[in-house]
């Protein structure tokens, strides 16, 4: 079955450093590739998307490259905010698999 | 434009009890999702309908949950009876038609969190 793997957390980061989280997958056929971001005390919302092979998402300086050849959509971010501090999750359409999510915090 | 409305937001009971959560999706949109997010994971996907029709329920524990969505509107998704392992966040969302706005795109409700004592 599909299945999402998510880079463990928690990660810590000082304010305008670069930011990757890994984020590697497994499905059937050419699924739809997600990463939806929670903030504190607010709902899931959607970051960005990709909906083909090297299709690239971008949303709020944040990006991510659907690797096919890689099975990856690994999320960047070239610096980022004390405000970026939220949890982070890869997924994947079709049966909608969900990664872990992984906690970012960053200081000032 | 008024996002997906769930209550309640919290609900504490006690283990073999029952417990009902509804979820008002976005006006329009045909499919609606009910999620299990336990802490610390990632949401965990229980059941999907399209309009009134189940499109995938293969993760729902069958034995103890159960949802519907009359009318292809609103939905209820209860438990009984209720485990100590049930205590998580129950997340609805819904999406434009089959693929979303754009293929799989959805929108989040606020969760109603859950406590199993």
């Known amino acids: 079955g599909n299945s999402v793997t998510q880079m463990e957390g928690p990660v810590t980061l000082s304010e305008e450093a670069f930011l990757t989280i890994n984020c590697t997958y497994t499905a059937t056929g050419y699924p739809s590739l997600f990463w939806y971001v929670q903030y504190p005390g607010e709902g899931l919302q959607l970051l960005l998307k990709?909906?083909?092979?090297?299709d690239k998402g971008s949303n709020k300086g944040f990006e991510a490259t659907y690797r096919k050849e890689t099975t990856s959509f690994h999320l960047e971010k070239g610096s980022v905010q004390v405000s970026d501090s939220a949890v982070y999750f890869c997924?994947?359409?079709?049966?909608?698999?969900f990664g872990a999510g992984t906690r970012l915090t960053v200081k000032p | 434009e008024a996002g997906v409305a769930q209550s309640p937001r919290y609900k504490i009971i006690e283990k073999r009890q029952s417990v009902a959560f509804w979820c008002n999706p976005i006006s329009g949109h045909a499919t609606l999702y009910w999620y299990q997010q336990i802490l610390g994971q990632g949401p965990k996907l229980l059941i999907q309908?399209?309009?009134?029709?189940?499109?995938?329920d293969s993760q729902l524990p069958k034995d103890r949950f159960s949802a519907e969505r009359l009318k292809g509107v609103d939905s209820t998704l209860k438990i009984q009876p209720a485990k100590l392992e049930d205590s998580a966040v129950y997340l609805c969302a819904s999406s434009l038609d089959w693929r979303g706005t754009g293929p799989g795109e959805q929108y989040f409700g606020p969760g109603t969190r859950l406590t199993v004592t």
């Open positions: 990709a909906t083909k092979a090297d």
């Open positions: 309908f399209q309009n009134n029709g189940v499109v995938d």
């Open positions: 997924a994947l359409s079709g049966d909608m698999r």
